[in-house]
């Protein structure tokens, strides 16, 4: 099957679902005609060919009736086989004591509604044109080796239309029966309320009350407490204040003079007690002779022994 017609039949499959409430496993009413369509082109097995067509997850059972049964046994040998075939499937049980026409018993099976959600499957065409005119039937029938799915009528849409606007807006008398539920219900609350009050509340809160409808959502939307701690940079760590800081600028003198002799200390070079030879950082060698340093000219050191 072509992908735009394969599409085509979904939707149509599914304006049947929405609206009038088919639900999966389809169940396909067939007639004579169109069994004997089915063998004359050797669409087999036909639960295969019709599950493809309806897009169904699962083969639809197929349905014929004793009336359909009967027809097809009328026409003798040429549709022997389509008899035979017919008599295989699952029977409708109709209301007929005396067997009726084909089409007359399908259309009492369908009734004025469908409320047995039936897809008739037919190559008849007056049959389908009443079917059209019956809310809530889609019609089935066979070109040559395809099969397709009628598009819904206009009647067909008319009605799905109203019936959504019904359910969508609530009849007058409903309506007002409403309104009695919900100020009956509300008497205790009024009875506290000024009279202005009660004129200046909105006619909906009191349906909506009567409907049991919350005012307010119960649950508390989540919502972000402060910014993406993502989307922002990293907040430095506050240096920690020092003793000496936190005393004051007295004390902060103090630190500065104890800077300065610690500076002076790693700058002055012990006394040493034996002769010896050591290379001072700045790469000045210094000689001792065990008493004092000897003469060595290192500026900004300060030798304790002279
Ligand atoms: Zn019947």
């Known amino acids: 099957m072509r992908v735009k017609r394969r599409s085509k039949h979904r939707k149509v499959v599914k304006f049947y679902a929405t609206c009038f409430g088919f639900r999966e496993p389809y169940r396909v009413l067939v007639d004579g005609t169109f069994v004997y369509h089915l063998l004359l082109h050797r669409l087999l097995p036909a639960d295969d060919a019709l599950q493809s067509l309806l897009s169904a997850s699962r083969p639809p059972p197929l349905f014929t009736s ?12 040429s549709h022997a086989e389509a008899f035979d075939a017919a008599g295989l499937l699952a029977t409708a049980k109709c209301e007929h004591d ?20 039936f897809f008739v499957a ?13 809310p809530g039937v889609p019609v089935i029938y ?11 009528s206009v009647q067909q849409r008319k009605f799905a239309q109203l ?16 309104l009695k539920v919900a100020s009956d219900g509300k008497m ?16 909906s809160s009191l349906v909506q009350n009567a409907l049991g409808v919350a005012d307010k959502s119960k649950f ?34 103090e630190a500065k003079r ?13 006394k040493p007690t034996e002769a010896t030879t050591i290379v001072h950082p700045d790469m000045t060698r210094l000689e001792c002779d065990g008493k004092g340093w000897l003469d060595a000219m290192c500026p900004g050191v300060v030798y304790p022994g002279k």
């Open 66 to 77: 004793k009336c359909v049964l009967a027809e097809l046994r009328r026409l003798g040998k």
């Open 98 to 117: 005396k067997v009726v026409s084909a089409v007359d018993c399908i259309l009492s099976l369908i009734g004025d509604k469908n409320h047995e959600h």
């Open 122 to 134: 037919t190559q008849d065409s007056d049959l389908r044109a009443k079917l059209r005119e019956v």
């Open 142 to 152: 066979g070109l040559k080796s395809s099969l397709f799915i009628e598009q819904p």
């Open 163 to 178: 019936d959504e606007e019904k359910r969508l807006h609530m009849g007058k008398t409903e309506y007002q029966m409403q």
């Open 188 to 203: 205790a609350e009024n009875e506290n309320a000024s009279d202005d009050e009660k004129k200046r509340r909105p006619v």
């Open 220 to 253: 508390k939307k989540k919502r972000p407490k402060g910014p993406n701690p993502l989307s922002c940079k990293k907040k430095k760590p506050k240096p920690q204040l020092s003793a000496a800081q936190n005393q004051g600028p007295k004390a902060d003198g």
């Open 258 to 270: 104890k800077r300065v002799r610690k500076r002076k200390k790693s700058h002055t070079v012990s």
